[in-house]
């Protein structure tokens, strides 16, 4: 089974509150092997694994637009061929994709 190793990120430093705003407005938290600390003074990062990120990337694409102004990277790993994409999101949208090989 291919696995799907999801990070989303912060641009800019986020407030430990606002980080974990984003992490349960994201839904990041209703997955059960996810990695997660929230601190002062840092961008908000999280990565959880999955079999199928397409539900996620969506789910955060439309989320974003709760943080106006505020742009946030989705890197979609597999696991197995370690290609990966990533993605700029800001306000509800995706910027930009790019695929990334080994």
């Known amino acids: 089974m291919h ?9 800019e430093v986020l407030e430990e509150e ?7 407005t994201f839904g990041m938290e209703q997955h059960s092997d996810y990695v997660f600390k929230p601190g002062g003074g ?7 694994v999955m079999d199928s ?13 709760q943080f106006p102004g505020r742009e946030f990277i ?9 290609v990966s994409d990533t993605y700029r999101i800001k306000d509800g949208e995706i910027l930009e994709k790019k695929i990334n090989i080994g």
Not at 4 to 9: L, M
Not at 18 to 24: G, I, K, Y
Not at 74 to 82: G, I, K, M, Q, R
């Open 74 to 82: 989705l890197v979609d790993l597999d696991t197995d061929s370690n």
């Open 42 to 48: 840092k961008i908000y990062s999280a990565t959880i």
């Open 18 to 24: 606002l980080q974990l705003h984003v992490h349960h």
């Open 53 to 65: 990120s397409d539900h996620v990337i969506t789910h955060v694409t439309e989320a974003s637009a």
């Open 3 to 11: 696995m799907r190793a999801i990070s989303v990120k912060s641009v």
